[in-house]
C-alpha cells in the first residue's frame, strides 16, 4: 500500500529554496488530494534587539509575508489545488514549524526548502531546515530540486 498523505505544511519565507517547497508542494498535495497548509513565521526574536521597537515594524513584515500568501494561494488554485489555507505565526521558527502548527494541524508531511545559508551561518545560528528535520514527528522532506528534480540554482545568486 503507498503512503497518503492527508495535511502537507510548507513553511514559507520569501527564500528561493521556499518558494521551490511551494511548487512541490502543490504538485503533491494535488496527487495525494491532500490538504496544503503553508506557514510564514515572524520570528519575533530578530525584534527583541531593536531599541526603537514598536509594532509597525511587526506590521510591515505580516503585510508583506500576507501579500505573497495570498499570491501562493492564488496560484495553487489556479494550478488546480483548491484545498489550501496558509497562516501567519509568531515566535520562534524552529518550535512553531516542527512543534506547534504540525500539532495543531494533524500535519503528517513538513517539505520545507533546504537551508540558504552557508556553513558558518549554520554553526552560529543553526538551521531551521537542520531542526525540522531532527525533531519534527511528521515525515519530513527538504527539497533541493526543481520541478523537473534538477539541481535547484537560485538565479538571484547565479
Not at 91 to 108: F, M, Q, T
Amino acid at each position: 500500500m503507498l503512503q497518503q498523505y492527508k495535511h502537507i505544511l510548507v513553511p514559507v519565507d520569501g527564500s528561493y529554496e521556499a518558494e521551490l517547497a511551494y511548487k512541490k508542494g502543490v504538485a503533491v498535495a494535488l496527487r495525494n488530494n491532500a490538504t496544503l497548509h503553508l506557514v510564514h513565521v515572524v520570528d519575533t526574536r530578530a525584534f527583541q534587539n531593536i531599541s526603537s521597537f514598536d509594532t509597525s515594524m511587526v506590521e510591515q513584515v505580516t503585510e508583506t509575508a500576507k501579500k505573497t500568501l495570498d499570491k501562493y494561494i492564488e496560484d495553487a488554485k489556479t494550478a488546480g489545488l483548491q484545498d489550501i489555507d496558509y497562516s501567519i505565526e509568531y515566535g520562534a521558527p524552529k518550535s512553531v514549524i516542527a512543534k506547534d502548527v504540525p500539532e495543531k494541524l494533524n500535519i503528517d508531511l513538513i517539505m520545507i526548502g533546504a537551508t540558504g545559508l552557508n556553513a558558518v551561518e549554520r554553526l552560529l545560528i543553526g538551521s531551521v531546515t537542520e531542526y525540522v528535520t531532527r525533531t519534527a514527528s511528521a515525515d519530513v522532506l527538504v527539497v533541493r530540486t526543481d520541478l523537473d528534480n534538477n539541481p535547484a540554482t537560485n538565479p538571484k545568486k547565479a
